[in-house]
């Protein structure tokens, strides 16, 4: 299969072949891997029990997703990714805002997906054949999957939905066998070695663990969507459709590998890290689908995330080859997992990456919405490609390339969630007006959107394509 040679650009109409059940397999095939799995640790590493973490789960998952799967309508629209259709609303360089705050967020998990199926690669063949855990072995382990992770992602679109859809099933079997594998030993009370509520109060804690665990999930893929949306025809499927679609996708994909997570964390009693503990409650038949697992859904999932992470450098810097920006963000991607590795346990770095990337995420997504919903999902592609090209004008020039009024209300809303976060070791001065909750996201969101509300009421909004042409076609008219 040749490498794909499109970038950012505006995919053909011809080349948009792709349908639902193509975004259903490759939100569902990709997300079955530890790298998602690892999150529905975090609400009994955070000291709840069974039911809490469950509920806290699924309720940040489908209020995520609520937020989330609208965004897949706009690459529908625009036939480009969606740091390059956030253009009609931040300008043809405005729209970097949303390249690097997709960079970000695949570059973090990207790290997390090959640091979490290292590490258990390497404690499984440690019982397996005797594989010393050193510093050696994951560092060999790790450039191997980086590697695997790299020849997916250059290949590129098509080659990425063949394995979701290899994935998609054999993930699900190898995980219903790891539900009859840990089961023997699951119990539904809190672990004691996690020491009690993390917050010291079980809301807060709950609340912490919906956000951190459920919540971050969907808006991982705030930028990400459109990715494979603009494969779909909007001539050929509705938007409807692919909305469900969408939903289902990201419902199904991160709910049973987090349940999943959450499921062996108990099994386990993975209190205070997931890898060692669920690699030696493992029993020995299950050892090798383990091992599969860790390494076919870590490739399956960094594959797409790296895939991305090449589109929005490709994105910043134009003159840069998808395949060449791909190269470039693998290298920086591989850096950050030994730093994870030998630097910061799994649970402080997850839970800060998630809730910092989710309160400067939030507001750009929702920014991006309300200009979706103002445009009725009418762009002009066509300019929305000025940047690109290296050119000027077109009707999301705005003031040289930018939108002042919607980055202004991102920017303000980013730093509202800032300043509204608890982390591990850090607590914004916001938190004393919510009682101590980390509620940043909710902030986030709703500052950078009434911002931008307030601050566009009265601005002229850029004409729809079909405006423009009809306009073109009058003044036409006239002058004959």
């Known amino acids: 299969m040749p490498v794909e040679q499109h970038g950012v650009d505006t995919i053909p109409e011809e080349e948009r072949t792709s349908g639902p059940r193509d975004l259903v397999s490759i939100l569902l095939g990709s997300n079955l891997c530890l790298g998602v799995i690892i999150f529905g640790w975090l609400p009994p590493s955070f ?8 509920t806290s789960v699924v309720v940040g998952t489908l209020v995520g997703t609520a937020l989330t799967a609208p965004l897949a309508l706009v690459s529908l629209r625009t036939a480009t990714n969606l740091s390059t259709s956030s253009g009609a609303q931040f300008g043809v360089r405005g729209r970097l805002v949303g390249s690097v705050v997709g960079l970000l967020l695949a570059l973090g998990y990207t790290a997390l997906t090959v640091w979490i199926g290292g590490d258990v690669m390497v404690g499984v063949l440690h019982r397996l054949f005797g594989l010393p855990a050193s510093d050696l072995s994951y560092a060999l382990v790790y ?8 020849a997916g992602a250059v290949y590129g679109y ?48 709950w609340l912490l663990a919906a956000v951190a665990a459920g919540l971050s999930g969907p808006v991982a893929f705030i930028t ?31 709910l049973v590998p987090q349940l999943f997570g959450t499921f062996t964390a108990y099994a ?46 490709d994105a910043i810097l134009p003159r840069a080859s998808r395949t060449r920006a ?5 290298v920086v991607a591989t850096a950050c997992v030994f730093v994870g590795h030998y630097a910061s346990s ?3 770095a997850m839970t ?3 809730l910092l990337l989710t309160a400067i995420g939030t507001p750009w997504a929702v920014i991006t919405l309300i200009g979706f919903v103002r445009c009725r999902g009418m762009y002009d592609p066509d300019a929305l490609q000025v940047f690109n090209r290296r050119s000027r004008g077109g009707i999301y020039w705005y003031s040289a390339g930018w939108n002042i009024p919607a980055t202004l209300s991102w920017t303000l809303g980013a730093v509202t969630g800032l300043l509204a976060v608890s982390l591990p070791s850090y607590e914004g001065p916001l938190l004393t007006l919510t009682g101590g909750v980390d509620c940043s996201f909710l902030l986030s969101g709703l500052v950078g959107g009434t911002a931008y509300l307030a601050l566009t009421a009265r601005s002229p909004q850029p004409p729809v394509p079909s405006e423009v042409s009809g306009t073109e076609t009058r003044r036409a008219s006239v002058s004959s």
């Open 47 to 54: 000291g709840l029990d069974w039911w809490s973490s469950v």
């Open 143 to 150: 450039a191997l999957l980086s590697a695997a992770t790299v």
């Open 346 to 348: 799994a649970q402080d």
């Open 158 to 205: 098509r080659v990425l939905l063949r394995m979701s859809r290899i994935l998609a099933v054999g993930m699900t079997a190898l995980l219903v066998l790891g539900v009859f594998a840990y089961a023997p030993h699951f119990t539904t009370s809190a672990l004691p070695e996690a020491g009690g509520y993390l917050l010291g109060g079980f809301w807060p804690t």
């Open 352 to 354: 800060s990456f998630v």
């Open 326 to 330: 791909t190269y470039t963000v693998a």
């Open 224 to 254: 990400l969507l459109g990715d494979y949306t603009r494969y779909i025809s909007p001539a050929r499927h509705s938007s409807r459709t692919v909305l469900r679609a969408t939903w289902l996708g990201l419902t199904a994909g991160l």
């Open 268 to 313: 386990a009693g993975a209190a205070l890290d997931y890898a060692g503990p669920l690699v030696s409650a493992a029993p020995g038949w299950y050892l090798v689908p383990l091992l599969l697992a860790a390494s076919a859904g870590s490739v399956g999932n960094a594959g797409l995330m790296l895939y991305s992470m090449g589109l929005d450098l």
